[in-house]
């Protein structure tokens, strides 16, 4: 590739970047440029007859405990179960740890899979593998799954609002990786804000602003006329350019406002941010957006882990409890996935500060909703949670799984800008087809 080409595809990518930002408070999403190059084979995918039309994502950043969570241990010596307490649930034989008192009432929706395993036991390595199906390096960034749905899905939505959203997820994300910057996600830093800067600034009239786009307009004819070889990422910039003046030209906008809900909505998820971030998860999902992803930080506990869990996992608890709840009340359970992951489990041996330490060994997840065999359990731990026993489960085969679920083709082969294969389900991901319908 010319280098000046880069140098300008760039410069060019600052200057829109500046330009939504200042004039509409629209950022591109922090996607990186890429000058995608594939058989385009996805645009050949018939229309999709997955049972999941949308996906909610729910991230636990750190590591979350499963043998506090979804794979408790009430045999166990006291040394692994520590003082939470394993307690019955909707569905005979299932049994979650304390804190899910509300989540345990759902449980004939859910599949949980006690069988995760993976070779990464640091944050930025798992938490990007577990997004990306693949392993993080140096040389390429890989898309994430929502991006990878994006892509794959010619039936997204076509309106103004966007097709993939994050709440709450970071700089820690690798959005689009190396596909185009318009499936990369809309990030949302703050639930409650909603999409903050999103209409036209006060000093800014609407002829004025008019004149800005036409400027813009032009200057960005005159760039494409000089740099035909990156014509497919200059449309994907204009693209999502474009989107963002619509969107905030748009009453779509309503759907990032969670002011609009009621008292009692609020009070169902929960007053905290988590709650917000996926009381707003639903209302994207409402409104059409397909993948939302909420993130929930701060489970990285290597001291005081029982403290810690009585703060935490009521929280995700409520919210979880009231999405599954509110998602099936409004009909919108049977064409919705909820999704609960994290990068790696903790050491199911309690240490001497009281906490638990990385552990990709043996972790859960679970699926709820749309094309899920709710009531069951996937994969198997040893007596102390330290051991997968049965059905290894990879974070490829977890994404695949969503795929399929989504109807999507988790072994579609996209090339890379440097001609390089890769699949949504990375390499030897397959679908866990015991739990889905």
Known sequence: MNPFNQLNEQSRRSFLTNTARTAFGV???????SWFSSAEAAEAIEKSNGK?????????????????????????????????????????GIQLGQHFERTAK???????????????GAHAQGNYHVHTSYTQRASITHPSLGSWANKLDVNRLKGTLPSYVTVHSGNNHPGAGFFEPNVAPLPVGDAEKGL???????????????????????????????????Q??????????????????????????????????HAAYGGDKFGKGVLLARRLVEHGVRFVEVQFGGFDWHSDNF?????????LDQAYAALLADLEQRGLLESTLVVIATEFGRTPKIDDDAGRNHFPKAFSFALA?????????YGETDKTASNVITEKTTASDFNAT??????????????????RPFKMGGKTGKPISEILV
């Open 369 to 377: 909703g749309a094309g899920i065999k709710g009531g069951t359990i």
């Open 402 to 419: 969503i795929a399929a679920a989504m109807g999507l083709p988790h072994d579609q082969v996209v090339f890379s800008p440097t001609k």
């Open 106 to 120: 759902h449980t004939d929706k859910i599949a949980i899979v006690r069988s995760m395993t993976s070779t990464q």
């Open 307 to 315: 403290t810690k869990a009585d703060e935490k996992l009521p929280i």
């Open 196 to 230: 903050q800067n999103s209409k036209r600034r006060s000093d800014v009239s609407e002829a004025d602003f008019n004149r800005q786009i036409a400027l813009r307009t032009k200057l960005d004819a005159n760039f494409g006329a000089r740099f035909k070889k990156g």
């Open 27 to 33: 950022t591109l999403g922090g996607a990186s440029a």
């Open 52 to 92: 999941a039309k949308n996906v909610i994502y729910l991230y636990m950043a750190g590591g979350m405990t499963h043998i506090d969570t979804f794979d408790p241990k009430p045999d166990a010596p006291s040394e692994y179960r520590g003082p939470i307490k394993a307690i019955s649930t909707k569905v005979d």
């Open 232 to 265: 497919r990422s200059v449309r994907a910039y204009d693209e999502m350019f474009n989107s963002a003046v619509g969107l905030m030209q748009s009453k779509d906008l309503e759907a990032f406002d969670l002011s609009a809900e009621s008292k009692d909505a």
